[in-house]
């Protein structure tokens, strides 16, 4: 593989608290213009490696490389600024605000202006033109001007991938985006970030292995901190080593 077919890089990345190691050694790569999957039982690391990723935790050792250059020490604004952006579930939207309001926050935020509620009304009106055609693009152009408190839970996750585009993002990290979901808002956002996938690349840890296999070019199923296996949902389901991860048992099934 070409490095430069690489968006995400990560070498010997560790990070360990107080002794207990929670990431070990893992040499994640993420290619270009795929959805890339981060799975593993409980306790795996995923979490602590997507805060490795998006800067909310310095690694004990290794190194963190986006689009061939190095971000391992660098702040989350620089590498926000840079493109890599993440979802955050349900905290990044203000609830008493509208849809369209939350929206235009995030693309005054890839403008790199603050919220300025005195621009031109000619501004204002390109904004939330851009807005409404994101909330269009994810199913919510009916409910621009709601409540986003009085959206359902799944078009609350809608909305927030919506803030998410505003940012323009060119590596989008979702943390569990169907989780909580009942299954036609998890049918929903699948469709949702098949659509958005186009022309951006996304790595999700997710725990829904149907999704997981409809969606995701390249899993990583991450066991203990370490990497376990890598490679299409085909060969990876077919494992015995992440069988017996998931299951306990070699003939246990990654079937959720």
Known sequence: MAHNDLILETSRLT???????AVSDVNLRVRRGT????IGPNGAGKTTCFNLLTKFLTPTSGQIFFDGREITRAAPASIARRGVIRSFQISAVFPHLSPVENVCIGLQRSLGVSFRFWMSSAVLGQLRERALSLLDE????????VKTAELSYGHKRALEIAATLAMDPVLMLLDEPTQGMGHEDVDRVTALIKKV??????????????IISSISDTITVLQRGEILAEGAYADVSANPRVREAYMGTESGSLEQ
């Not at 990070?15 to 190691?21: R, Y």
């Not at 959805?35 to 981060?38: E, G, K, P, Q």
């Not at 994810?138 to 001007?145: I, N, T």
């Not at 996938?197 to 149907?210: D, F, P, Q, W, Y």
């Open 15 to 21: 990070k360990s608290f107080n002794g207990f190691t």
């Open 35 to 38: 959805i890339h999957a981060l």
């Open 138 to 145: 994810v199913g919510l152009a009916e409910f621009a001007d």
């Open 197 to 210: 996938s186009a022309g951006r690349t996304i790595l999700m840890v997710e725990h829904n292995m149907k």
